[in-house]
């Protein structure tokens, strides 16, 4: 059944994922249904537990929020040193694909059958100073790998350049993987991650920090 979900993300594709880390949280509903009329397609949540990283945003209860005030495919990347334990949790609040960080579950075999299981697609993210050996375990298991282009925990970072070399390495490696990137992408940094055979591309600052959403997405996408 993940697969249903898989190639929902697939047809979205290339697609810009807004970040919902620097919106207004007061006013969800609003900030959602802008980013509709923006035509965004997939919505990325980031869980952080102020122990894997050093911030603490939110869990389960605003992404059952945005269930219900969205049909919008959700993917929720987990900043959280143990998923295997709220996995669970996150599907019964609607998840669409649930993404770990290799560096908290470097064995990752049962949580990737554990998300399968609520027939979720399930993801493998690495921080930049993560070596891309560390997913030789799980590359074949995973349906999507988030190279990180920050370190994870803040949004309004810069770019790491070196972001588009990892996304085609793994893209050589493995020809139908969902490749997705995040972290300091903007109009200038979006297209080298596409020509490097990147998917999906999440995006907070350059969104948010514009008062307007569609004309920020447009200019995202023409730089696509
Ligand atoms: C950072 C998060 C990102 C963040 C990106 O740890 O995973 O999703 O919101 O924000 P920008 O686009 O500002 O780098
Ligand atoms: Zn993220």
């Not at 770990?100 to 993801?123: K, M, N, R």
């Not at 074949?140 to 970072?157: H, K, Y």
């Not at 996304?167 to 992408?185: F, M, N, P, S």
């Amino acid at each position: 059944m993940h697969q249903e979900r898989l190639s929902k993300l697939r047809s979205a594709s290339p697609a810009v994922l807004p970040s919902l880390l620097q919106c207004d949280f007061g006013d969800l509903r609003r900030e959602v249904r802008q980013l509709e009329a923006a035509d965004v397609k997939v919505l990325h949540l980031d869980v952080m537990d102020g122990h894997f990283v050093p911030n603490l945003t939110y869990g389960m209860p605003i992404v059952a929020g945005l269930r219900r005030l969205t049909d919008l495919p959700l993917d929720v990347h987990l900043m959280i040193s143990d998923p295997a334990a709220y996995v669970d949790a996150f599907a019964e609040a609607g998840a669409d694909m649930l993404t770990f960080h290799i560096e908290a579950v470097p064995q990752p075999q049962s949580l990737i059958d554990q998300i399968h299981s609520h027939g979720i697609v399930a993801g493998v993210a690495l921080n930049p100073k993560t070596p891309l050996s560390a997913l030789d375990g799980c590359l074949d298991a995973v349906d999507a790998v988030l190279v990180m282009s920050v370190e994870a925990g803040f949004g309004g970072q810069s770019f790491d350049p070196g972001a588009p070399e990892r996304i085609a390495e793994l893209r050589k490696r493995r020809g139908d993987l969902l490749l997705e990137v995040d972290g300091g992408i903007k109009p200038d940094t979006i297209g080298l991650c596409r020509k490097a055979g990147c998917d999906l591309f999440v995006v907070g600052s350059a969104i948010f920090g514009q008062n307007d959403y569609a004309a920020a997405v447009r200019q995202l996408r023409d730089a696509l």
